[in-house]
């Protein structure tokens, strides 16, 4: 009897020291018992943008839940809508999926597509969406460099006289582009042409990865493919976007998406995510994917050189 | 054609041999994604190519030859060749990378083929060895060995598949503890609530249909629609203090391995309910004669003998969990499909073989122990 009760003291004293230690994190975190989940999506960019945000909150002391490249864009949507995400990175631009009945000339403005998303989540889901960083990630049809200069191609109107001079065009793009009026629908009108179905190839998903590989290695005879602005392997796989100058696409800014009750809680996140958010350029968000997809560095370890390089943390990172 | 005495090894070596020769070996990528120039064995590697011929043409001189002795000397020259190749790649590889970054070399058609063929070789000649096995189970061992020292001096440093690795690694080692969670709790979960409504079913004649119908409808019903059906119960069951704490919700982990327990239980518990009546009612006659009570017949007698066909039941159900964990990559809820997922995304093959080759090597050993498992079990009940 007397060996079993010391056996259950010296249990209960290792327990409580074992718990003490545990207990000495609570004063390193903000919020200790409550980590943010954070996502974002599974491509690239949401890969440096999600970790752009982890790190930057991490360095102001906030506990996170790493979800980062969580999923495709519908999965992280549904995940911030079921409260699985308390925050997740999304584009202004892809309100016109969320926020159905409302007009596509909104989205082709940055100002008024931001707005009109904003006050629709906020009001309808309790989602907030923060300031955007000024890097328009928009949807352009990309070409060959060669075959830009053997056929004089710089802008759409260039694309429009070569397809309506009849000659081979393949066109490789998502199914959704390609039936939009703030997408391939407008372009045509805009621009003058039309393509036939067996001049495209249209796919279910809008992973530029695809059209682009399959661009630049002339597969199946695509000479055209979907594009986003800050898509990193245009360069090293010499392709250039076609100018647009009437902007048909909807503009498409990164933002981060946070719950309304764990901003309410957490407030001073908005600023925080929002000056890290304001360094970002179209060309620096390309240089970053660049080095994530074609270089194959980490997004985490891009991420943080861009934060340090502008000085936006300055604490070692463990990673 | 009677002089051939091992047609297989004779096909596979020549296989092997040609494709040497004719495909290419590797492709030398400036970057991840840019189309590299692809090379042969000779080209890439050079005249150290040599020893692999020699080895292929001292297989096709052997498949003459008749079994016995010589399934050892194939499986060795077998093994050595499949090491020795990767070797050579990965020293030249390094050659040709020097430290470049982004540089990187990715296997083309005739290392794919030069590799089947081996394991062919390999499994062919395993399987010849009779009373030398524990020397085949050597000479496995020595593969593994190898190719894992390889990999800790950094010889396959400049191979595509080791670079996304590199840049990957500690979310790979907890995807693979995710996916081997994922996959054998919800077979052990399974097990758990299929036997008893196995035996249930056999017992209980009426029951039967009861039980297996629903089973396999449940089988029918496609994975990613069977986690779409799990999504709004299990939000809901997430709002319980109790299930939020272990993390159940309509999406991450819970989903996933509620699916793909529901899954096992069709293959488990058929296989149950089959055990137990091949059991030969002469012997339960005859235990009931020595006076053993039900509990006793139950426990030493029919559940022993409808064991083997149960592990047969169980061995399947992990086969197709392993696989099927992927998909809980598409909910958030980790494993080895993200890497599946990811590579989709960013349309790297490499990505993807990171994710599947984990996956098949798991399944291949796990239905190799279990099949073993079968073999003992069924001896020692005889």
């Known amino acids: 009897m007397k060996y079993r009760n010391k056996t259950i003291i010296t249990g209960i004293a290792i327990l409580s020291l074992v718990l003490s230690a545990c207990g000495s994190t609570k004063d390193k975190y903000k919020n200790a018992d409550d980590p943010i989940v954070l996502g974002s999506f599974v491509d690239t960019e949401g890969g440096i943008l999600g970790n752009m945000i982890l790190l930057v909150l991490e360095d102001k002391g906030y506990l996170l839940e790493d979800k980062v490249q969580f999923g495709t864009p519908d999965v992280q949507r549904n995940a911030l809508l079921q409260g699985e995400l308390d925050m997740g990175v999304d584009y202004t631009g892809n309100g016109q999926f969320y926020a159905k009945g409302l007009s596509e000339e909104i989205w082709r403005n940055s100002e008024e597509g931001y707005k009109a998303i904003k006050e629709y989540d906020e009001k309808e889901n309790g989602l907030i969406w923060l300031a955007p960083a000024k890097a328009n990630n928009t949807e352009a049809l990309a070409v060959k460099k060669d075959f830009a200069e053997l056929n004089g191609l710089k802008t759409m109107e260039d694309l429009a006289r070569y397809i309506n001079e009849g000659k081979e065009v393949k066109l490789i793009t998502s199914q959704l582009f390609a039936e939009k009026e703030a997408g391939l629908v407008g372009m045509e009108k805009a621009y003058g042409f039309k393509l036939r179905e067996d001049q495209m190839i249209l796919l279910p998903h809008g992973n530029t990865a695809e059209t682009l590989k399959a661009l630049a290695n002339g597969t199946d005879k695509v000479n055209v493919a979907l594009a986003y602005a800050t898509d990193g392997s245009l360069v090293d796989l010499s392709l250039v976007i076609l100018e647009d100058p009437k902007s048909i696409p909807p503009v498409y800014e990164p933002s981060a998406v946070v719950r309304k009750e764990v901003l309410d809680k957490y407030p001073e996140i908005k600023g925080i995510v929002e000056n890290a958010f304001s360094y970002l350029t179209k060309e620096n968000l390309q240089e970053m994917n660049k080095r994530v997809i074609v270089d194959g560095v980490s997004p985490k370890v891009v991420a943080d050189e861009f934060l340090r390089a502008n000085k936006i943390i300055d604490k070692a990172t463990q990673y | ?382």
């Open chain 2, 1 to 382: 054609m009677g002089r051939i005495k091992d047609k297989p090894l004779l096909l596979f070596s020549l296989v092997g041999l040609l494709s040497n020769f004719l495909l290419p070996l590797v492709e030398v990528k400036q970057n991840r994604i840019s189309n590299g120039i692809r090379m042969s064995a000779f080209e890439f590697i050079g005249l150290s190519e040599l020893i692999i011929t020699i080895f292929w043409i001292i297989l096709i001189f052997l498949s003459f030859y008749h079994h016995g002795k010589k399934s050892l000397f194939v499986f060795y020259i077998g093994a050595i060749s499949m090491v020795f190749q990767i070797l050579l790649i990965g020293i030249r590889g390094n050659e040709v990378v020097s430290g470049s970054l982004s540089m990187r070399v990715t296997f083309a058609a005739s290392f794919y083929i030069s590799m089947l063929m081996l394991y062919l070789i390999l499994a062919e000649s395993f399987d010849a060895l009779k009373s030398r096995k524990p020397m085949g189970i050597l000479g496995i061992a020595l593969i593994a060995l190898s190719l894992f020292f390889g990999f800790r001096t950094g010889l396959f440093s400049s191979f595509s598949i080791f670079k996304e690795f590199e840049v990957k690694k500690d979310q790979f080692f907890i995807s693979l503890w995710t996916h081997s969670f994922l996959s054998f709790g919800s077979v052990l979960a399974g097990t758990l609530i299929a036997i008893p409504l196995g035996y249930l079913s056999y017992m209980r004649k009426k029951l039967e249909n009861a039980v297996m119908v629903p089973l396999s409808i449940l089988e029918t019903i496609p994975s990613l629609s069977l986690f779409a059906i799990l999504l709004v119960p299990l939000a809901n069951l997430g709002k319980l203090s109790f299930f939020k704490s272990i993390g159940v919700s309509g999406i991450g982990w819970a989903p996933a391995f509620v699916a793909l327990t529901l899954y096992t239980l069709l293959p488990i518990g058929r296989n149950t309910l089959v055990g137990f009546s091949s059991v030969d009612k002469n012997i339960i006659e005859a235990a009931k004669g020595m006076g053993m009570n039900k509990k006793e017949i139950l426990f030493k007698i029919e559940f022993p003998l409808a064991f083997p066909l149960i592990l047969t039941g169980i061995r399947i159900a992990l086969v197709q969990t392993i696989g099927g964990a992927v998909l809980a990559g598409l909910v958030g809820g980790g494993g080895l499909g993200s890497f599946v997922f990811l590579g989709l995304a960013e349309a790297s093959p490499d990505l993807i073989l990171l994710g599947v080759i984990p996956i098949v090597a798991i399944t291949l050993l796990m239905d190799g122990l279990l099949k073993a498992a079968y073999k003992m079990l069924r001896r020692n009940v005889e």
